[in-house]
């Protein structure tokens, strides 16, 4: 086990720790466990790269690829529609993190960090600070310490990779990863069992290249599924057979982290979250990956909560919802009240009501940055950017409505979600109607609203350019 040190300007650092000192005093008061008074649950956050909802056979797949998360969705409440905030590893986590969006919290690309600024947060710091263990096992390069600055607040962030990728040794599968939770979690069981625990597991199979999983390669048919892929040639059609093997691996793995949950008799005490950083295109309209689009294959994501004595069985939540979302909820499932506000609103009241409806939109946004696209002379910097500076793409959905802008061509899609769920026939706006104004007008309030920090070049070394190239995050 790794306890990464983070390398950070003494001054930011300074700041945090004093601010954190002070919060830690005043939300620990309300949060200190007597002998008279049991300990809050235990929150183990399980993060699976690359995985796009409609792929789960609990979201209507064809195929049986989840069947250990379709159980702990009918144990506890499944969002139909929730959505990332960004779709990169990095940015996305920072996000789920910190309640924040990235032009907020700093990290708009896999390589940016998490802006030094005392009031950004992180959960694992407020649950350590209310006395929780905690430990992270992360499996791919963009989650480095060194890359998110999500390790302050962990007791261990594990980040040991062991697999290959091209030349480099940049990220590890869900068989290594679910034995290194189990050992964490006997151990807590065994050495401080009245101590709640933060364990944060993150698989990273479903992304590119899409192993086959031979073992997984034959799928049995949903007899509940109402989404088949129509791939558009046979490349296509091998590429989603692989992904499909990939997240059935992943779920098999998960389900053994889940026995051991059970086995150790903690699955009662114990809120489950499962949730993707974001999606994934398998080809259509003819693009492969992520990051540079905001469809909803892309930032359509699973979320599943499940806690037996608060969350309601079998619950199933159609408004649509936020990864900032998370934070919160845990917090206020938790009891820890947090003085700074957050983007991100509790979930709770979707437990006892699943048809309550959201109030106002929910936002996405994407940056450039994972194609190459500065100056070679300029290569020793991984981004540079401004407040000034639009993101790639932006949008949100509201109800039935979704809208995606791109201001580099002044064109605005709007989707019915309702009749059109693959988003093939959107409405195009230009810049001579005046709805594309009133539109374009929300999301610029909603975007100056809340970019607060200007870029500054991130500490990416040589070989964190060639691996997140290797990866698919940087190009030539």
Known sequence: MVRAMAHRPEGGLRVRCLFLAGMAFVLALPGQATAAEPARPNVLLITIDTLRADHLSSYGYHLLTTPRLDRLAAEGVRFERAYTAIPLTGPSHISLLTGRYPQEHGGKVNGQPLAEDPRLVTLAQILQSNNYRTAAYVSAWPLKESLTHLDPGFAIYNQEFNRQYQLFNSYRSAEDVTPLAIRWMQERAKDSPREPFFLWAHYFDPHKPYHLREEFSHLKLNPGGTYQPAPLNRKMADRIRRYDTEIAYTDHHIGKLLDELETLGL???????????????????????????????????????????????????????????????????????????????????????????????????????KNWEAPRWLSWMWYVDSRDRLPLKMGWVLEEQKIIWTPRSNKVEVFDVAKDQKEIEPVFLGKTKDRYQRQVNQLLAWFKATAIYRDEPSPLKKKDIEILKSLGYVGD
């Open 267 to 369: 699955r009662e005490s114990t809120l489950i979250i499962v949730v993707a950083d974001h999606g994934e295109s398998l080809g259509e309209r003819g693009y492969v990956g992520h990051g540079r689009q905001l469809y909803d294959n892309i930032v359509r994501v699973p979320l599943i909560l499940s806690y037996p004595a608060t969350i309601p069985s079998g619950r199933v939540v159609h408004q649509h919802v936020s990864l900032l979302d998370v934070m919160p909820t845990v917090l206020d499932l938790l009891g820890i009240d947090f003085p700074l506000s957050l983007q991100g609103k509790t979930l709770k009241p979707f437990f006892e009501d699943p048809s309550r409806q959201r109030a106002g939109a929910t936002y996405f946004v994407t940056f450039a940055g």
